[in-house]
């Protein structure tokens, strides 16, 4: 990166979010960590810093606007302007629609579609001001094929996200931003250990794979590292899938 490159990453702490800021660092981007677990995302900023980039952990919740706007703030007064947003932070749940509740439901929503939607709406003077900027929202594969089981508010977050993505990528192509998605398939992360998934559910997709293999959040952060250079100017309003072959 010739130019001076900040970068927010929500979820940032932890799996995918936390590969792709040290992906962004190693392109010469400074990275704030936001996350809800403030010690995690310091510990990730920490390792940031090793790479030689400026970063710093901040606590904060997508749900929570207050709370957000404060963790911008800090961001851009202690990096500067942004110019990079990466939409990462999520949750993992479980539950057939005949036992799904409401609050269950709406959850999945606030902290996927309406936590994307939020942070992107912070941003966005940063973005309009500077006449560049890249945001990439982490949706799945789930979004374009069901996912699994249990997955109706998952999915139905994710395809948000995706059309959401796209109605942003019109708003601001004329402006100089770009806005695409990432859909990732099965990624070896703590959110897979904890999402209290059907056991063999993995092992099951991973077989029937064709690269044979679980995705690394490293494959992610190379697929992001692309969609937020200057060379992905003309690249706007689409979906990355990277899941080994799961979606075609
Ligand atoms: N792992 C996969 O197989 C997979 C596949 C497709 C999409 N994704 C998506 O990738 C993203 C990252 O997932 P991951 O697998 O790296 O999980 P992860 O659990 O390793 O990381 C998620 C991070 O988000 C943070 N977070 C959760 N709720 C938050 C909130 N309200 N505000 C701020 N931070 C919050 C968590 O603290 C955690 O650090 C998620 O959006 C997930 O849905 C994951």
Redesign the pocket.
Known sequence: MARERNAVV?????????AIGRRLARDGADVAV????EA??EKVAAEIRALGRRSIGVA?????TPTLEAAFDRARTELGPIHILV??????DFAPLSEMTEERFDRMLD??LR?TVRCCRLVLPDLQAAGFGRIVN?????ALNGGGPGLTH?AAA?AGIIGFTKALARELGPVGITVNA???????????R?AGAPPGLYDKAVAQLPVQRM?R?DD?AEACAYLVSDAAGFCTGQVLSPNGGAHM
């Open positions: 929500t979820g940032g702490a932890s799996g995918i979010g936390r936001l996350d809800l677990r995690e995302a904060a919740d997508v749900t929570q939409n990462c932070a999520g949750i993992a902290v996927h936590g982490v949706s799945s594969a789930a998952y994710k990432l859909a990732p398939g099965l990624i070896d992360t703590p959110l897979i904890m995705g959040p992610i």
